[in-house]
């Protein structure tokens, strides 16, 4: 089992310091324009509270702007939400991907794992080991274990 431990974790690191800002959801780009977005926003509905305190607008045309606003805040925000890493995911996306799962829990692995998953078409296949089939014990000890990602830009096998 450690042979395959330590196989696919050096598959599954070498992915996400690869792809993983994109497979874990995350675009940088994307993300900073959104916020921007989600501010001004948020600036223009603060604008709009202030007239109506200050009556300088109807309750009737406060309630049609800020549901107007309200509408494009919530599709900004969740574009920001869609650019980003999944929650609490963010640290195993890019360079430091490999720190990141060396101190990860158990809990935070599997956490990464189903994402790749469920997302990227993450596949590890091990064929039989025994009489007759693969042996871990062989000249080459990864020989029958695979680590395949539908979404990467390319397959990491052996």
């Given at each position: 089992?450690d ?14 310091e690869?792809?993983g ?73 890019g ?36 009489p ?18 539908e979404?990467?830009?390319?397959s990491?096998?052996n």
């Amino acid at each position: 089992m450690d042979v395959v431990d330590e196989f696919v974790e050096r598959h599954i690191v070498a992915l996400l310091e690869a792809e993983g800002v994109r497979v874990l959801g995350g675009n940088q780009k994307a993300a900073d324009e959104a916020l921007v977005r989600v501010e001004e926003i948020e600036a223009q509905m603060a604008l709009v509270s202030d007239q109506w305190i200050d009556r300088k607008i109807t309750q009737a045309q406060f309630d049609r702007q800020n549901a107007r606003l309200l509408a494009q805040l919530e599709d900004q925000q969740a574009q920001l939400r869609s650019a980003r890493p999944a929650l609490g995911l963010e640290e195993f996306a890019g360079t430091n991907a490999g720190d990141a799962w060396e101190n990860a829990t158990v809990v935070e692995k599997r956490a990464v794992l189903k994402v790749l998953i469920d997302t990227a078409g993450l596949r590890i296949d091990i064929d039989k080991i025994g009489p007759g089939a693969f042996s871990a014990a062989g000249a080459n000890p990864y020989e029958g274990i695979r680590v395949e990602w539908e979404q990467a830009l390319e397959s990491f096998s052996n």
